[in-house]
């Protein structure tokens, strides 16, 4: 079955502590992008990648890092975690970076 | 100001009503244009691309408006099944290669 997946679902962690979710997808897509959601502010992205080793800052980056070493990961990594970042986390695939994007099922993050 | 913008609503329908969301983009050098839906904080799923010519799905239809800088989705013979959130998304080409996405109209459609 042709999916995104995101690990965990479900994650409380507290201030400074690092932490990676991951992502992964099966079709074989190009692009690959992570994104927050915040009520009131919809989707905003963080950062996406064209493929294999590009990457590049979507609208809110700040403390987060990515990599794409492999074209079907896309991890994040939050290396020291605040309380505002705590926020409903989704990672997207697509064919090319102008196509429909497939969503992740997301991944809850609560940061104490 | 913001790359998308939407009412947030919520809009409340009955049944077999039909209802349109508008949303304005402030790039006009954007290229490609969609509707997706988000059911209940779920991940937000495609409805439809906009293109140009604007397009039909069944019951729902897509419009773009380059000049006014606005894509619009009408939604007829509502069911209960459309009730949802509508997030419009928008991309502009170029070295800015990414997503923009509305924060969403949330339609109601009561029986």
């Known amino acids: 079955e042709a999916q995104v997946t995101q690990n965990p679902r479900y994650l409380i962690t507290v201030t400074g502590k690092k932490l990676t979710v991951t992502c992964s997808q099966n079709?074989?897509?190009?692009?690959m992008s992570w994104y927050r959601q915040d009520p009131g502010l919809g989707l905003r992205q963080i950062y996406y990648?064209?493929?294999?080793?590009?990457?590049d800052k979507g609208d809110v980056p700040e403390g987060y890092k990515v990599s794409r070493k492999e074209k079907r990961n896309f991890p994040l990594i939050l290396e020291s975690p605040s309380p505002n970042q705590t926020s409903l986390y989704f990672c997207?695939?697509?064919?090319?970076?102008?196509?429909?994007?497939?969503f992740g099922p997301g991944t809850r993050l609560l940061v104490l | 100001r913001k790359e998308v913008e939407q009412d947030p609503g919520p809009f409340n329908v009955p049944e077999g009503a039909t209802v349109a969301f508008n949303c304005t983009y402030s790039?006009?050098?954007?290229?490609?244009f969609f509707w997706y839906r988000q059911d209940c904080r779920k991940e937000p799923k495609l409805l439809m691309s906009?293109?140009?010519s604007g397009n039909e799905d069944g019951r729902f239809t897509a419009q773009l408006n380059r000049a006014s800088q606005y894509i619009s989705l009408l939604i007829r013979d509502s069911k209960l099944s459309d009730s949802a959130t509508y997030l419009c998304?928008?991309?502009?080409?170029?070295?800015?290669?990414?997503?923009?996405f509305g924060s969403g109209t949330k339609l109601n459609v009561k029986p």
């Open positions: 906009v293109y140009s």
């Open positions: 079709m074989n897509h190009e692009y």
């Open positions: 998304v928008v991309n502009s080409k170029g070295n800015f290669n990414k997503f923009y």
């Open positions: 790039n006009s050098a954007s290229q490609s």
């Open positions: 997207a695939s697509s064919p090319e970076y102008q196509e429909t994007q497939y």
């Open positions: 990648s064209m493929n294999v080793e590009v990457t």
